[in-house]
């Protein structure tokens, strides 16, 4: 049994793994964050710490 992966940000699929064990789930779901998303956030962080603005985003 696999799970997907999907990016909590913006929904990009991001692949599948293979569920630990012998649990079994359906339409199972782990969620990540895709390279794009993480690039996006991490400037955000930056110019927050920076002064720079308010955060549009709830992290």
């Known amino acids: ?3 997907r992966i999907v990016c909590a ?9 293979e569920c630990p064990g012998s649990m079994v ?3 199972a779901i782990s969620h990540s ?11 955000e962080i930056e110019q927050l710490e920076n002064g720079g603005g308010e955060c549009a985003m709830i992290l």
Do not use: S
């Open 9 to 17: 940000w913006c929904q990009k699929e991001m692949g599948e793994k």
């Open 33 to 43: 964050i895709c390279e794009c998303c993480k690039g996006k956030v991490i400037i």
């Open 25 to 27: 789930m359906k339409d």
């Open 1 to 3: 049994m696999v799970y």
